[in-house]
């Protein structure tokens, strides 16, 4: 309206958004198909609020592409519903979200987000295991990265076998100092239904634990980062948006947002110019070809 003194219409932004929707459909196929054979691919979700009610935006994200999906679910349903996790056979990096490990692939798990909980332990509970244990998994990241400087493709087997050993020597320390002892059974009581719980420090214990292949998966194999936050980078602006614009209208328009969204994070990624990009949405009927081959080079 300033540049060119005539208002945009809601009708003719709607229209707007609906046609790129449209015309994006079969690169949404395209694009879950590249998602699903990718090698190494980080998972995320987030509270997404729609009609006034928490929904779930979901993504999944590689270093070239960025895919979004709304539902009312955050678990299995929802990832069922969006096709990619099932027949994902590669290396799937997440955090503990339960929903994750029902999936038959491998599995990594996001350090950043351990890191916080380790931090957590140490300040809240007083426990230097956990301070040590995060110093550890930083020491692990900082020679796999000088290691990679130095043309190395993995850690020699004695290296590995000493992180490992001073991994299994913290988390062996650690439950000592917090040791399960299921409460006593009162004589004539009835007996609760259900696990007995258990301190916070205790559960992260057990999670080191019994997953720790997937926790030291970055040092086993160097193409898996230490972190999920590029999945976070990418989900990091719809957040923004919510605070600034409030939840969607409709189920609609959230799915329009989310579409149009995956197609420009994925331009953004492969350097393409995205203004070019969203102007050929109008011009062309297979413009999703372009960005999958990533055409749009500046």
């Not at 009312?72 to 069922?80: L, W």
């Not at 609760?192 to 030291?216: V, W």
């Not at 328009?253 to 994925?266: E, P």
Request: aromatic share 12%.
């Amino acid at each position: 309206a300033d540049l060119f003194g005539h208002q945009i219409s809601v009708g003719t932004l709607y229209n707007a958004q609906k046609y790129a929707y449209e015309q994006l459909a079969p690169f949404e196929i395209d694009l879950k198909t590249l998602l699903t054979a990718a090698t190494i691919a980080g998972f995320d979700e987030t509270g997404f609020r729609v009609l006034t009610k928490c929904w779930w935006l979901h993504s999944c994200s590689t270093s070239s592409h960025a895919y979004y999906e709304v539902h009312q679910k955050r678990g299995k349903e929802a990832m069922d519903k969006i096709g990619i996790l099932p027949d994902f056979k590669g290396i799937a990096i997440h955090d503990f979200w339960r929903s994750y490990f029902k999936y038959n692939c491998t599995h990594a798990l996001c350090n950043a987000h351990l890191l916080r909980e380790l931090t957590f332990i140490h300040e809240r509970y007083e426990q230097e295991w956990a301070k040590e244990f995060g110093e550890l998994l930083l020491d692990m990241k900082k020679e796999k990265e000088k290691a990679i400087n130095q043309q190395h493709k993995s850690f020699s087997e004695p290296i590995l076998k000493l992180f490992e050993q001073k991994y299994d020597e913290l988390v062996n320390r650690g439950l000592l100092l917090n040791p399960f002892v299921p409460p006593k059974q009162v004589k004539g009581q009835k007996k609760k239904r259900g696990r007995h719980p258990k301190t916070k420090a205790r559960n992260l214990l057990e999670r080191l634990s019994d997953f720790k292949n997937d926790i030291i998966r970055f040092a086993k194999n160097f193409e898996v980062p230490f972190d999920n936050n590029f999945s976070e980078r990418d989900i990091r602006m719809m957040k923004l948006k919510q605070k600034i614009s409030g939840c969607f209208r409709s189920k609609k328009g959230a799915q329009f947002f989310a579409r149009i969204r995956s197609f420009i994070m994925s331009a953004r990624k492969q350097k393409c110019n995205v203004f070019k990009a969203v102007i050929d949405i109008f011009e062309h009927n297979q413009v999703w070809k372009n960005i999958i081959k990533s055409d749009y080079a500046e």
